[in-house]
């Protein structure tokens, strides 16, 4: 028996969409509003998704107080309340949220999660998110 | 294949609590849902069924019949109740959204021909859900 568990949580930054491989010109065009160069910022909300067996005991496949403190340690203790674009991880990579998805992605898989990480998904603002798991696209 | 998801809310009290652990062991597990006086949440179910569209009606599943056998199945035993007391599978399991995920899926299936059942998405709260698919 395979459960899903999916967690919501909120971290807020701020960014500009710039790459250094083009012209002003051409990230104006690409990025519009977005290349702003003071930047502008988000209210970013993060869902995260385990999965695993329902231990009889607990009845749950997981402890949701360890799930809370690593995203916390890990990724909102990170990202939350910083300048995306002074970030290490956006050194060289344009803080789009295709790539802070990919970013967080590549930091939970490698974290002491409490259970099997599915994937993860980023609402940047209500009209836009983004996923990422390779299986939860697949089941749609 | 086309994939069709109703919404329903309803509100129940529940309490975790495991009675073969101690209660110093329910408490460091369970913190403060172990409150043997209960508490409640507003949970909001999506059921998911999957089927192909019929010639005729132009139906996956007529949306009375669904809302019908998921008021008989499930809300009308889970809404304005208390789960432990009042629920008969939690009786001897934990409450959990996990558990009730998987209890409302157990409720539902194989009943909704011709369409079959593909998800149950239980809310808890709007950041805390539990998806299952019968896998």
Known sequence: MKVYLTRRYLFVASHRLHSAALSDAANQETYGKCNNPHGHGHNYFLEVTVSGAIAPDTGMICDLGVLDATVKREVLDRFDHQNLNHLQEFGSTVPTTENLTICIQRILSRAALPAHLEGIRIEETGNNSFEYSDAMMQRR | ?135
Request: aromatic share 12%; with cysteine; glycine share 4%.
């Open chain 2, 1 to 135: 294949m086309i994939y069709l998801t109703r919404k329903a809310e309803f509100s129940a009290s529940h309490y975790y609590h495991n009675p073969e652990w101690s209660p110093e062991e329910n408490q460091r597990v369970f913190g403060k849902c172990a409150n043997l006086n209960g508490h409640g949440h507003n949970y909001t179910l999506e059921v998911t069924v999957a089927g192909e569209v019929d010639a005729v009606t132009g139906f996956v599943i007529d949306l009375k019949l669904l809302r019908d056998i998921l008021n008989r199945r499930v809300l009308d035993d889970f809404d304005h109740r208390h789960l432990n007391k009042e629920v008969a599978e939690f009786r001897s399991e934990v409450p959990t959204t996990e558990n009730l995920a998987v209890a409302v899926w157990k409720r539902l299936d194989s009943q909704l021909h011709p369409a079959r059942l593909h998800r149950v998405r239980l809310y808890e709260q709007p950041d805390l859900f539990v998806d299952y698919y019968g896998e």
